[in-house]
């Protein structure tokens, strides 16, 4: 998870690289959906050594685009190459790590879910330090190659690890496939973590000019304020997970849902709060109140859809096979979530201010809550 987290955010800043980070996010969700495709086929030893094998290898070939500058254009190109290549195996290793981690816990889907995720988490804020040390000290050539060489040296370890996730590779049929992948009972769940990871994401873009203009605050100041949420994520993540785990995921899922409009909507504050004044501390309080809120929302969204699965199918345990499937439509959620985030508050930004697109967004969510809480009724009374 470490690896998988890490590859999102390696590539130093050139041209038109946020663009192009978006584009690996969205491959990397996308190709999740095939990743547990591969796991229905092969072991998850062979399957996390090659996509983590692959995924080291593309980062280090990376280096060469330093030899390209004459011509922006084909560095761009080779660059969005590289990143969709990057993404499709990270993609496949986000979910042969989170089969495996279910399947080592399978009484403590919470649990093994909020590992996955913190890991991953801490792993992005680390990744854009790593490779800025590394470029300070050798340009992008020793960035490149000395994250790439890692991640290949560290995919060996992939091959000492025990046979995890289940054997079962008898093939779907395309029909039972599709019928399994657009449940909309299993594919809500996952929208809702995308939703949760959409709004984490979605202020980023714009929060620095706006903390900067109103507060006026360092680009330093609002680097570590945005940093919060991400840094109480790693913390809280395993008790959250070990709560729901203990207790049931469908009051966490549906106290996020309730919760995370509400206070987003005190991130500007929305223009419907004329009785709240911006500051720096009330910023600072809903940053924090989301890095709790997110990840309880994104934690049980995994349990959720897996006990949402067996109620609609009337199933005890889940086929290894479907559960892999699941996954992978879990993690494809993350990684679109973001994309969307970024991608829609880019947009707003041009026609709204600050205080309008959180507060717009906080709306949207509210819609979000309306659905979460008849999609918990469906699960109340089918039990």
């Avoid at 095939?34 to 094998?53: H, I």
């Avoid at 590779?169 to 959409?198: G, I, R, V």
């Avoid at 994104?298 to 479907?322: C, F, N």
């Avoid at 892999?324 to 041009?350: D, K, R, T």
Wanted: hydrophobic residues 50%; neutral net charge; contains cysteine.
């Amino acid at each position: 998870m470490k690896i998988y987290g890490t590859s999102l955010f390696v590539f130093p800043g050139r041209h038109g690289e946020s663009t192009i980070t978006m584009w690996k996010c969205g491959s990397s969700g996308i190709n999740a959906e095939y990743g547990g495709y591969l796991l229905t086929r092969f072991s998850d030893r062979v399957l996390l050594f090659a996509s983590t094998f692959a995924l080291g290898a593309v980062i280090a070939l990376s280096s060469l685009l330093d030899f390209i500058s004459t011509t922006v254009l084909y560095y761009e190109c080779l660059s969005l190459l590289m990143k969709l290549l990057q993404g499709f195996a990270a993609g496949v290793t986000g979910v042969t790590c989170f089969a495996a981690l279910v399947a080592l816990y399978p009484d403590n889907e919470g649990a093994a879910t909020a590992v996955g995720q913190a890991t991953m988490s801490a792993s992005m804020a680390c990744a854009p330090f790593i490779t800025s040390v590394l470029y300070s000290a050798g340009g992008f050539k020793l960035a490149m190659i000395g994250v790439g060489g890692a991640i290949m040296l560290l995919s060996v370890s992939a091959l000492f690890i025990p046979q995890l996730t289940s054997t079962d590779h008898d093939l779907m049929d395309l029909k039972s496939k599709f019928k399994l992948l657009f449940n909309p009972w299993t594919l809500f769940a996952a929208w809702h973590c995308a939703m949760c990871t959409c709004l984490l994401s979605y202020h980023s873009p714009i929060f620095s000019t706006y903390v900067e203009k109103t507060f006026g605050v360092s680009v330093l100041w609002s680097g570590l304020a945005l940093s919060i949420p991400g840094a109480i994520f790693c913390v809280i993540a395993f008790p959250i997970g070990a709560l729901i785990d203990r207790y049931n995921p469908y009051p966490f899922f549906l106290t996020s849902a309730l919760l995370t409009p509400v206070t987003y909507l005190f991130m500007g504050p929305s223009p419907f709060l004329t009785f709240v004044m911006p500051s720096k501390i009330q910023i600072l309080s809903v940053l924090a109140a989301l890095g709790i809120l997110i990840p309880m929302g994104a934690i049980s969204s995994l349990p959720v859809m897996l006990d949402m699965y067996k109620v609609t199918k009337s199933l005890e345990e889940i086929p290894g096979r479907d559960l892999n499937l699941l996954i992978a439509i879990y993690c494809s959620s993350n990684p679109l979530g973001c994309l969307f985030g970024s991608f829609v508050s880019g947009i707003v930004a041009e026609k709204y201010s600050f205080a309008e697109s959180t507060g717009g967004a906080a709306l949207v969510f509210f819609a979000q809550t309306v659905a979460c809480c008849v999609y918990c009724g469906f699960a109340y009374f089918n039990k």
